[in-house]
DNA sequence: ATTCCACAGGAAGCGACGGCCC
DNA sequence: GGGCCGTCGCTTCCTGTGGAAT
């Protein structure tokens, strides 16, 4: 342990005195050459034993690896049963939130349906399309066909930028062409702008078996059917599967199996996986961020040339990860919502309560939009957009009565202020704002 | 019990824009 | 190329709301 303390001392040391000299077109020289990347590469490796266990794209080989899913998989294999019977299955519409297992489960699921289907011999297709990737009617269509095409003739499709008419078309000379059962999962299919195509899909039927294809919708967003049109929805009733969040006793397992496979034997010391699992279970029971977070631990860990990981290696991780989080979102978010979120955060930062109502925000708004030369909106959209703040989880906005002094929506500020106004002002437009400006606009605003 | 405030948020509509189709 | 249609971002108008003040 003493060995590894002075090693991280003098690694701090080295980074202290290493000096970048210039750094241009993405090129740059340092001094110190423990810097290349073969002395990285050559270090003693003392954390991941198989670090590929430990991410987030890994799926199982085995079902029986999928761990507190029995049930669902169960009510699964159970809906799919028909495929023995040389019959399409019920559609299923599968829902649930992030991270609960629903792309693994149905893939691992299906694999185990076609090995099965294989040696009794039954004709079984399975196509996999992430909507996320296609995003409209006409790219998930092309991408079915792209599989289909691939099925038949062990060749993709050239040709791309086919009308959907065209595309629906090539659809059904296909799946007439197909002998056996279809099975089509399309994931994250509330990504999809015009979910007509489920009812177009669902009622198809090959003329060479007389039997429609049968669709696996997946979707996070658990009010996605109320949304449908009513043919839609009825096509999509016939079976549901939910998948319920994780809680910190099911993550603990989930967790302790990858530990045990995935890092050296007492590289994770004990009260790791306890606290990452209550770390994520108090959220949403995400397993995708627990598993994760026990990755960039390691990789904390790693960094550091520890041989151990420790609850202070899962803060920082969880730190860094949420900084991550939301540099992303803030990064895309439109300039006018960028204003309204960096608004909310100097008033909640200059009030005692650290927190601002949506008039205080839209007064000092409308001077800031001014400022930087932007149009000002009206109130009731300054609303909606504190409102699609409020649910990306970046400011917790409440509704609040203060009686005869009216109504009114009560904002603070989610994660850390520094982190978000830093974000914020790498925006040009916003940058103009730096500084005194955003002081003096608020004391205008209390005088 | 009633009044009143400062909004929240629904509904309808508008213009810009992009994709599709003939 | 032009018409059609759906979507998006936004405005305007409106009703509803909770609870302190009267």
Redesign the pocket.
């Known amino acids: 342990m003493f060995q590894m303390e002075t090693e991280t001392i003098a690694l701090n040391e080295s980074l202290c005195n290493t000096m970048y000299i210039g750094i241009s077109d993405g090129d740059y020289f340092m001094e110190n050459s423990c810097y290349s990347i073969e002395s990285m590469w050559d270090e003693e490796k003392k954390i991941f034993l198989n670090k590929a266990l430990v991410k987030v794209s890994y799926v199982p080989t085995n079902i029986s690896d999928a761990l507190h899913r029995e049930d669902v998989i169960r009510k699964m294999q159970r809906c799919l049963i028909d495929v023995s019977k040389n019959l399409a299955p019920n559609n299923i519409i599968v829902y649930g939130k992030m991270g609960t297992g629903k792309t693994m489960i149905t893939k691992l699921v299906l694999n185990d349906l076609e090995k099965v289907a294989a040696k009794k011999r039954v004709k079984l297709t399975t196509i996999y399309i992430s909507c996320e990737d296609a995003n409209?009617?006409?790219?998930v269509l092309g991408l079915i066909n792209n599989n289909l095409m691939f099925e038949l003739l062990g060749k993709f499709r050239e040709k791309i930028?086919?009308?959907?008419?065209?595309n629906?078309f090539n659809f059904k000379k296909l799946f007439n062409e197909l002998d056996g059962i279809l099975i089509i999962v399309l994931d994250e299919i509330d990504k999809i702008?015009?979910p007509d195509l489920i009812n177009k899909l669902a009622r198809s039927i090959s003329e060479k078996t007389g039997q429609p294809p049968c669709l696996i919708c997946i979707t996070n967003d658990i009010n996605f059917k109320d949304d449908l049109k009513g043919h839609t929805k009825s096509v999509l009733a016939e079976s549901e599967i939910q998948f319920n969040p994780y809680n910190a006793e099911q993550l603990n397992n989930i967790l302790d199996a990858r530990v045990e496979k995935a890092f050296y034997p007492g590289v994770v010391v004990d009260m790791v996986v306890p606290l990452i699992s209550a770390l994520c279970a108090q959220e949403n029971g995400d397993a995708r961020k627990a598993i994760n977070l026990l990755c960039k631990s390691g990789e904390i860990a790693e960094e550091k040339l520890k041989n151990v990981i420790k609850e202070e290696d899962v803060r920082e991780a969880n730190d860094r990860l949420e900084l991550d989080r939301l540099t992303s979102i803030i990064e895309t978010l439109?300039t006018?919502?960028k204003l309204t979120l960096l608004t909310a955060s100097v008033l909640s930062e200059n009030s005692p309560k650290n927190e601002c109502?949506?008039?205080?925000i839209?007064n000092i708004y409308k001077q800031y939009a001014h400022l930087i030369d932007i149009?000002?909106?009206?109130?009731?959209?300054?609303?909606?957009?504190?409102?699609e703040l409020d649910s990306l989880g970046i400011i917790n906005?409440i509704?609040?009565?203060?009686?005869?002094?009216?109504?009114?929506?009560v904002i603070s500020m989610q994660g850390s202020k520094q982190i978000i106004r830093h974000v914020l002002l790498q925006d040009y437009r916003l940058k103009s704002l730096e500084g005194n400006l955003l002081q003096n606009c608020f004391r205008n605003n209390l005088n």
Do not use: C, F, H, M
Not at 136 to 139: A, L, Q, T, V
Not at 376 to 382: N, V
Not at 399 to 409: F, L, P
């Open positions: 409209s009617e006409n790219g930028g086919n009308s959907i008419s065209r629906t702008k015009n439109p006018q919502s109502t949506t008039g205080e839209y149009d000002i909106l009206t109130q009731r959209r300054i609303t909606d957009l504190i409102s906005a509704v609040k009565s203060n009686g005869r002094y009216g109504k009114t929506k």
